[in-house]
């Protein structure tokens, strides 16, 4: 029996609408390409500078994509957007961005899968969400600090 994994797009929803979007992209199995935990602060790799950088490009790539808070983190990126509505879509930004990146960070990350196959959205409904997922993204570098000196669960 083959076992498909469900695409983490909600079914029927048009992700060319203009909306606050919260998205979270994975490098492949997770390897920490981007940065790495000092005690602290997170300090960005060459990798995760090229990421960082073009991250911020975004909006001369696509006119009207509105860039909100976003954090590298170790094996993943937060951030939040906003389309304009007219066209290009949220697979499309985000697609393109894995792309350029992957090719740029060629020679500076030893492998070819820089980044997982999809990415995590969640669609922003209300003014209270957008503000709990600008705290949660903004936050997150700090929780990454205070947990380096904390002991993992499951450990000893």
């Known amino acids: 029996m083959e ?3 469900r695409a983490p797009r909600l079914a029927g929803f048009d992700y060319r609408q203009a909306h606050w979007y919260n ?6 199995d997770r390897v920490p390409w981007l940065a ?12 995760g500078l090229i990421a960082r950088r073009m991250w911020l490009e975004r909006p001369l790539w696509f ?3 509105q860039l909100d808070e976003f954090a590298v983190m170790p094996d993943h990126i ?3 957007l906003a389309l304009p509505g007219h066209g290009v879509s949220l697979d499309r930004v985000v697609g393109t961005f894995k792309a350029a990146t ?15 196959r999809s990415f ?30 904390t002991p993992a669960r499951g450990r000893t």
Not at 36 to 47: E, G, M, Q, S, Y
Not at 102 to 113: E, M
Not at 123 to 141: G, W
Request: hydrophobic residues 45%; proline residues 6%; glycine residues 6%.
């Open 36 to 47: 790495w935990v000092a005690p602290d602060r997170i300090a960005l790799t060459a990798a």
């Open 3 to 5: 076992c498909r994994v």
């Open 78 to 80: 937060h951030a939040i």
């Open 63 to 65: 006119p009207g994509v």
């Open 102 to 116: 992957s090719r740029a960070v060629r020679g500076v990350v030893p492998r070819r899968k820089l980044w997982q």
């Open 23 to 28: 998205i979270t992209m994975v490098t492949g």
């Open 120 to 149: 995590w959205d969640r669609i922003i409904r209300n003014e209270a969400e957008l503000r709990r997922f600008r705290n949660y993204v903004r936050d997150n570098p700090r929780r990454a600090v205070v947990a380096v000196g």
